[in-house]
């Protein structure tokens, strides 16, 4: 069960069916299953606020991952903040609603054990992100 919550924002216009059935088809590409994911999506103070309570990270992101990477079924929180993703996307040149995209399946792909910090992980990551985002049907 996938779940859409928002904090200081409102929530972004998804298609939520849409979002879910994606969700689970990247997810099941990995050998991985659905459990319970939410999505929580808030402003730049808010994800300020979570980096430095539970990270000790003292920045902005676009997205924190909360989940265990290790399990067969994908359960975790995904903080994503509009402002960084509305910021990433005008500087990358692309839209907010591709960005946004990007971002939401960024966490899922976390979930499923890939990671971006390591040699050569970004480039594997955004490898990853290109594969689920051609699998797009919104």
């Known amino acids: ?16 069916a849409a979002v879910e059935a994606w969700v ?9 299953r659905v459990g319970e994911i ?6 730049d103070e808010e994800i300020l606020r979570v980096n430095r309570q539970f990270l000790q990270h003292d920045y ?11 399990s ?3 359960n975790g ?4 903040s509009l402002d960084t993703v509305r910021t990433n996307a005008e500087a990358l040149g692309v839209s907010y609603d591709s960005e946004l995209r990007r971002v939401v399946i960024h966490g899922v792909l976390h979930l499923c054990g890939l990671n971006d910090k390591g040699p050569g992980e970004r480039e594997l990551m955004e490898a990853a992100e290109n594969r689920a985002l051609a699998l797009i049907r919104f």
């Not at 689970?24 to 991985?32: D, H, L, N, P, Q």
């Open 1 to 16: 069960m996938i779940t859409f919550q928002s904090i200081n924002v409102p929530l972004p216009e998804l298609d939520r």
């Open 24 to 32: 689970v088809e990247v997810a099941a590409s990995y050998g991985r």
């Open 38 to 43: 939410a999505y929580v999506f808030v402003d």
């Open 60 to 70: 902005y992101t676009d997205i924190i991952t909360f989940g265990d990477a290790s």
């Open 72 to 74: 067969h079924t994908l």
């Open 77 to 80: 929180d995904l903080i994503i």
